[in-house]
């Protein structure tokens, strides 16, 4: 199963582009790559899915390489209420079953 | 809007008492998972099931057990509670086949004494 590394932490300020970047060496052929935020006492909510080259949505942009080895969320112009944990998971119908496996995740502290 | 329920945000218990943590989803969802949530570890899946009456350990299954017997609703056991199990449990579930998108419950933090 991949296993997934991100930075501890990370601050930014207000309209700045924060990218944040996971690595996942092992990642399997039928893993797809999703990257959660979670605001303090709430579960972690979807922000975007790839599986290779580019995802862009409202909310963010998922750069993915074509070894599919690492992958980098970009958040364009953040403000004060991004300020969250950004988890990195990798996962999906792998050798039988479904896992997913979160990584530790990023703290982003944006600063006014 | 889809909706993950669990039936309590905060518990205080006993070491040696039996936990029960209901997780209920109302999207017909054939996949759900509990995980735990501690300060620097991260989310660590506890178990999982990808439908009803089947489950699948998952990373940290020791001292905790799992039932599902209706599609909609997920319990995680604790048979016999201890200070370690102490944390954030969150509860998860997702449709089969699709590509990887969790809907996660507020969280069950647990305090064991």
């Known amino acids: 199963l991949a296993k997934t590394t991100q930075p501890i932490s990370m601050d930014s300020y207000e309209g700045q582009e924060v990218n944040i970047t996971c690595s996942h060496n092992n990642i399997a052929t039928n893993d797809y790559i999703t990257w959660y935020q979670q605001f303090p006492s709430q579960g972690p909510r979807f922000i975007i899915q790839?599986?290779?080259t580019k995802v862009t949505n409202e909310v963010a942009s998922l750069f993915i390489p074509a070894d599919r080895k690492s992958s980098t969320l970009s958040l364009p112009r953040v403000s004060l209420s991004d300020t969250a944990v950004y988890y990195c998971?990798?996962?999906?119908?792998?050798?039988?079953?479904?896992?997913?496996?979160f990584g530790t995740g990023t703290r982003l502290k944006v600063l006014a | 809007d889809v909706k993950v329920t669990q039936s309590s945000r905060y518990l205080v218990k006993r070491t040696g008492e039996k936990v029960f943590l209901e997780c209920v989803q109302d999207?017909?969802?054939?996949?759900m998972f509990w995980y735990r949530q501690d300060p620097g570890l991260g989310l660590r899946l506890i178990y999982f099931?990808?439908?009803?009456?089947?489950?699948e350990k998952g990373d940290i299954p020791e001292g905790y057990s799992v039932s599902r017997e209706k599609k909609e609703r997920f319990s995680l056991i604790l048979e016999s509670a201890s200070t370690n199990q102490t944390s954030m449990y969150l509860c998860?579930?997702?449709?089969?086949?699709?590509?990887?998108?969790?809907?996660f419950g507020e969280g069950s933090r647990l305090t064991v004494l």
């Open positions: 790839g599986y290779k």
């Open positions: 998971l990798v996962g999906g119908f792998t050798s039988g079953t479904y896992k997913y496996i």
């Open positions: 998860a579930s997702r449709p089969q086949g699709s590509t990887g998108e969790l809907f």
């Open positions: 999207m017909d969802h054939e996949n």
């Open positions: 099931s990808y439908d009803v009456k089947m489950k």
